[in-house]
């Protein structure tokens, strides 16, 4: 019983003596680093890449798979709806608040001639 005593006096002396220990200087010595000095290497560079790389062959495979789901749509005979395109153009221009485009009609692109719609 005795060493296990003298083991657990050992560890608390230990413990108080790390406890009481003196601060380190709050702002530390270390030399700061400046702004050029800090970048993520080659690692950093590496781990972008591959990241764009298979982004991109992501958005590949997806515009591949959408045609060839449209296109077997087609052959099948199943209605299939057009794209919407939107032209470019000023905000507010052939629209009557200045808002999204509304879908009336023929006349979604907005070219009714007179302007706006609150005439």
Do not use: C, K, W
Not at 5 to 19: D, F, I, K, P, Y
Not at 67 to 91: D, F, K, M, W, Y
């Amino acid at each position: 019983m005795s060493a296990l005593h003298a083991a657990a006096r050992a560890v608390t002396e230990v413990s108080l003596r790390v406890g009481t220990a003196a601060p380190s200087p709050s702002p530390s010595p270390v030399r700061q680093l400046e702004d050029y000095e800090v970048s993520p290497g080659i690692a950093g560079f590496v781990a972008t890449f591959a990241l764009v790389l298979v982004a991109i062959l992501l958005f590949l495979s997806l515009t591949r798979h959408l045609r060839r789901t449209t296109h077997n749509a087609q052959v099948q005979g199943l209605p299939v709806a057009e794209p919407r395109r939107v032209r470019p153009g000023r905000p507010g221009e052939g629209r009557g608040d200045g808002g999204p485009a509304a879908s009336t009609g023929d006349d979604a692109g907005g070219s009714d001639g007179g302007g706006g719609g609150g005439e």
